[in-house]
């Protein structure tokens, strides 16, 4: 099984910065994929931002030149830089990992980080 803590949201004003960091640790051989969702009240989780096991990243139009994933390997960690933050971006972040584990590449989600963006 793998585990995910994620931390770093919170109550930023717009304009704004935070920084969301999601470390995975467990029995897992290697990870892949890794993405970050959010989902704001009364509507869908969305993806927010992808970053490929060799570093290729995207993102959704809605953040692009705002955010910035990263992954620090060594540390099975994800980062989320989050700049500029409008209220619009307020939701709960989920990390989301693609882990090798028990024999087969598995889905795995974070708890969730709150982030809330005032006006």
């Known amino acids: 099984q793998v585990q995910l803590v994620e931390s770093g949201g919170g109550l930023v004003q717009a304009g704004g910065s935070l920084r969301l960091s999601c470390a995975a640790s467990g029995r897992f051989l290697s990870i892949n994929d890794m993405k970050w969702y959010r989902q704001a009240p009364g509507k869908q989780r969305e993806v927010v931002a992808g970053i490929t096991s060799g570093g290729s990243t995207n993102y959704a139009d809605s953040v692009k030149g705002r955010f910035a994933i990263s992954r620090d390997n060594p540390k099975n960690t994800v980062y989320l830089q989050m700049n500029s933050l409008k209220p619009e971006d307020t939701a709960v972040y989920y990390c989301?990992?693609?882990?090798?584990?028990?024999?087969?590449?598995?889905?795995?989600w974070g708890q969730g980080t709150q982030v809330t963006v005032s006006s």
């Open positions: 989301h990992v693609e882990a090798y584990s028990t024999f087969r590449y598995q889905i795995f």
